[in-house]
């Protein structure tokens, strides 16, 4: 049985910090690279940041510029975002996705198609 749950999101300031946490099932982690994607009212799904299987490697939207820091604990099956500095433009759903190492995720790390496994989602809001 394959399952993500997202969890941590708020309503906070601009400025303010998040931890968004995906507690996933062993079957959508182990071995799989993971990531965040976030999705606005009225935007199409992108990628926010990545991760090897093993943290090795890591990749981030550039518009993310420094501010995240997507993190794993394998011990846990735990899927982190660490989020600063947010600003209304992060206002979104942010998904947390999975999948196996395929040719395409090692193309395009960030890309919704690289993934087969998905959560719910958890909503972030910042208001200024």
């Known amino acids: 049985q394959v399952s993500l749950v997202e969890s941590g999101g708020d309503s906070i300031q601009a400025g303010g910090s998040l931890r968004l946490s995906c507690v996933a099932s062993?079957?959508?982690?182990?071995?799989?690279?993971m990531a965040w994607f976030r999705q606005g009212a009225e935007n199409e799904r992108e990628g926010v940041a990545a991760?090897?299987?093993?943290?090795?490697?890591?990749w981030y939207h550039d518009s993310i510029q420094g501010r995240f820091i997507i993190s794993r604990d394998d011990a846990n099956f735990t899927l982190y975002l660490d989020m600063n500095r947010l600003g209304p433009e992060d206002t979104a759903m942010y998904y947390c996705?999975?999948?196996?190492?395929?040719?395409?995720?090692?193309?395009?790390?960030?890309?919704?198609?690289?993934?087969?496994?998905w959560g719910q989602g958890t909503q972030v809001t910042v208001s200024t």
């Open positions: 991760i090897s299987a093993g943290s090795s490697t890591t």
């Open positions: 996705a999975a999948s196996p190492l395929t040719m395409a995720w090692l193309r395009k790390p960030l890309d919704r198609s690289s993934y087969n496994y």
């Open positions: 062993e079957s959508a982690y182990k071995d799989n690279p």
